[in-house]
Nanobody, 123 residues
Framework: QVQFVESGGGLVKPGGSLRLSCAAS????????MSWYRRAPGKERELVAV????????SYADSVKGRFTISRDNAKNTVYLQMNSLEPEDTAMYYC????????????????WGQGTQVTVSS
């Protein structure tokens, strides 16, 4: 079955950096665009970053553009999120999933989620 295992979160001070990893299994990883989502307490889930399966082009939410970088390693079935210049507003649980193109948007590829990895940005 489809599985996602996120790791790399933690407590970091404003301005700091973290690198998240997500190991995926149960589907043909290289064939899917991959994404990172986050959910902060009391807020809706937000699509943070997407990387395509073909040319590895990337797109980002405005809130993280210029600070976060998504990448993937198809040989390891793993997607990464490098987060720099972290802000308290980045505090959230971070999840990865596959996504599918839908017009100019992306929609969730699979209904299953991993346990997520908690990122807390605080001084």
């Amino acid at each position: 079955q489809v599985q996602f295992v996120e790791s790399g979160g933690g407590l970091v001070k404003p301005g700091g950096s973290l690198r998240l990893s997500c190991a995926a299994s149960g589907f043909t990883f290289s064939a899917y665009a991959m994404s990172w989502y986050r959910r902060a307490p009391g807020k809706e889930r937000e699509l943070v970053a997407v990387i395509t399966s073909t040319d590895h082009s990337t797109s980002y939410a405005d809130s993280v553009k210029g600070r976060f970088t998504i990448s993937r390693d198809n040989a390891k079935n793993t997607v990464y999120l490098q987060m720099n210049s972290l802000e308290p507003e980045d505090t959230a649980m971070y999840y990865c999933n596959a996504v599918l193109p839908y017009g100019s948007e992306w929609v969730l590829g699979f209904g299953s989620w991993g346990q997520g990895t908690q990122v807390t940005v605080s001084s």
